[in-house]
C-alpha cells in the first residue's frame, strides 16, 4: 500500500475536512434515517463508513464510481469494454443509491465487485482506500468530493474524470473558491468533457488537461429487455395503439393523462404507458391519476395494463416499454428539469416528442430537429395532436423513426474515442497485471 503523502491543504479544503470529521456522529444519524426511509440498504450500512466485509481481489484494481442510476448506465458500456480489452484488471464499481446497485447487481460483468461509496468524511475514506488500494480511480460526471479527492491523490493514486459535466449553477459556485477549485480539479489527471461548454467552464476552474470527446449517454447501446416480460405484455397490448410517457417527474403525469383523455376520444383503445424517471413514486401516480377518473394498472402491484393506462414503476424496464410503444414522449421536459435523453427512443423504432424544457440535451434536441427525428411540444393539446397523428399516420411516424436511428447512429463513437484516451493508463496497470501472473 502506498503511504499518504502530507500536502500543503488548501485552507477551505482543511476547513471542510475538519468540519466532517467532527460530523461524524451527526453523518451516522443521517445515513440512519435514509435507511428507516428506504434511500439506503440496511444490510450495507457499514460500506457507506468506509468498512466491507468483500475481499480485495489480488493484483491490480480499477475503482470506478458513479453517483447514482443515469450515471450508471452511461459508464456500463465503458465497464464493458474496460472488462474485453483490460481481462486482467480486478474491478471495483461504487455508487451512491438503492437503485443503482440494484441496477450494477444485474448488469455489471462477472466478476465486478460493487460497494456502496463511502460517505466524503476523512477517516471513512481512508479506510475505505486503505482496504481497496486501487491502483487507478476513474470518476464519472461531477462527482466533486473534497476529502474524497484529497486522499486519493495523497496516495498518489492516478485519476481521471469521465463524461465530465459542469452546469453554469455549479460552475458560478465554485469561482467562489477558486483556489478549492483549483485544487480538486487538479486531481484529475485528465477530464474528457461532454460539451464543450463543460470543457470551458472546467478550465477556467483550474483543471489542467481538458478534452471534449461527447457524451457518454448519447453512445450507450440500446436499452436492454426481458425477453419473457416483452412476451407477455406485447400479448396484452396486441392490436393496441401504445404511446409512452418515459423518464417522467412530477407534475407531468397529470398533464399526460389529460392528452391521453383527448386521444382516447380518436383512439379509443389507445394505451398510455408512463414510466417515472423515479420508480418508488408509482403507487403515489397511479392513485391520483385514480383519482383523476383514469383506469389504471400498476406494474409493481402485479395488474396487467388497464383499458386506459399503464404505470410501469419496475426498475429497469424501460427497454422493454419503448418497444412496446410506437410513440414515446421524453419526460422531464414539461417541467424545468432539462428534459432526458431522446437516444434512447431513437434506438428502438419509437418516434419522438418532448417538451420545450431541454436544457441538459439542447445539443442533442437540436440536432435531432433539424434531422426531423423529434417534435417540441408545449401543451397538452398540442401533445395530444402530435400523438394521435404519429398514431395513425405510419409513413410519418417511419420517416421520423428513420431519421432518429441515423443520428444515434452517429454517436456511436463516442465510447471508442473514450476508451482511445483512458487507454494509455490502463495499458500501464494491465501491463503490471501481466507481470504479476
Not at 459542469?166 to 461532454?194: D, E, H, K
Request: hydrophobic residues 45%.
Amino acid at each position: 500500500m502506498t503511504a499518504p503523502r502530507r500536502p500543503r491543504l488548501h485552507p477551505t479544503l482543511g476547513l471542510y475536512c475538519a468540519a466532517a470529521a467532527m460530523a461524524g456522529p451527526f453523518l451516522r444519524r443521517y445515513v440512519g434515517y435514509r435507511a428507516r426511509n428506504g434511500k439506503e440498504d440496511p444490510a450495507r450500512l457499514a460500506e457507506r463508513f468506509g468498512s466491507t466485509s468483500r475481499a480485495r481481489p489480488a493484483g491490480p484494481l480499477v475503482w470506478l464510481h458513479a453517483a447514482s442510476v443515469g450515471e450508471s448506465l452511461s459508464f456500463l458500456p465503458l465497464v464493458e469494454a474496460v472488462v474485453e480489452r483490460w481481462p486482467r484488471l480486478a474491478l471495483l464499481i461504487t455508487t451512491g443509491t438503492v437503485t443503482s446497485a440494484r441496477l450494477m447487481a444485474e448488469r455489471l460483468p462477472a466478476g465486478a465487485i460493487h460497494q456502496f461509496a463511502p460517505v466524503d468524511r476523512p477517516r471513512w475514506i481512508g479506510a475505505f482506500l486503505d482496504h481497496w488500494r486501487p491502483d487507478f480511480a476513474i470518476r464519472v460526471e461531477s462527482e466533486l468530493w473534497p476529502a474524497t479527492l484529497d486522499a486519493i491523490e495523497a496516495r498518489s493514486i492516478p485519476s481521471l474524470l469521465v463524461n465530465a459535466r459542469m452546469s453554469r449553477r455549479s460552475a458560478r459556485n465554485w469561482q467562489r473558491v477558486p483556489g478549492l477549485a483549483r485544487r480538486v480539479l487538479g486531481t484529475f489527471a485528465l477530464c474528457l468533457a461532454q460539451t464543450e461548454e463543460d470543457a470551458a467552464r472546467l478550465r477556467c476552474l483550474g483543471a489542467p488537461d481538458v478534452r471534449c470527446l461527447g457524451n457518454l449517454k448519447l453512445a450507450a447501446p440500446a436499452l436492454p429487455f426481458d425477453a419473457g416480460l416483452l412476451e407477455t405484455l406485447g400479448r396484452r397490448c396486441a392490436g393496441r395503439p401504445v404511446w409512452i410517457g418515459a423518464s417522467t417527474h412530477d407534475g407531468e403525469e397529470e398533464r399526460l393523462a389529460a392528452a391521453h383523455r383527448t386521444i382516447r376520444a380518436r383512439l379509443p383503445d389507445a394505451l398510455l404507458i408512463l414510466v417515472p424517471r423515479h420508480p418508488a413514486r408509482g403507487a403515489r401516480i397511479a392513485a391520483r391519476l385514480r383519482g383523476e377518473g383514469h383506469a389504471v394498472g400498476l406494474r409493481s402491484a402485479h395488474q396487467p395494463p388497464g383499458p386506459e393506462i399503464y404505470v410501469a414503476d419496475g426498475l429497469g424496464e424501460l427497454g422493454v416499454m419503448y418497444r412496446l410503444a410506437k410513440v414515446g414522449f421524453v419526460g422531464g421536459s414539461l417541467v424545468p428539469h432539462g428534459g432526458q435523453n431522446l437516444l434512447e427512443p431513437a434506438r428502438l423504432d419509437c418516434a419522438i416528442l418532448h417538451g420545450p424544457h431541454m436544457t441538459n440535451f439542447a445539443e442533442i434536441a437540436g440536432e435531432m430537429a433539424r434531422a426531423g427525428g423529434s417534435a417540441q411540444v408545449e401543451t397538452d393539446e398540442a401533445l395530444a395532436d402530435a400523438v394521435a397523428e404519429l398514431l395513425t399516420d405510419e409513413a410519418m411516424r417511419s420517416r421520423s423513426c428513420a431519421a432518429a436511428a441515423r443520428v444515434a447512429e452517429g454517436k456511436t463513437r463516442i465510447l471508442d474515442a473514450v476508451v482511445d484516451a483512458i487507454a494509455p493508463y490502463l495499458d500501464r496497470a494491465h501491463e503490471g497485471a501481466g507481470a504479476d501472473a
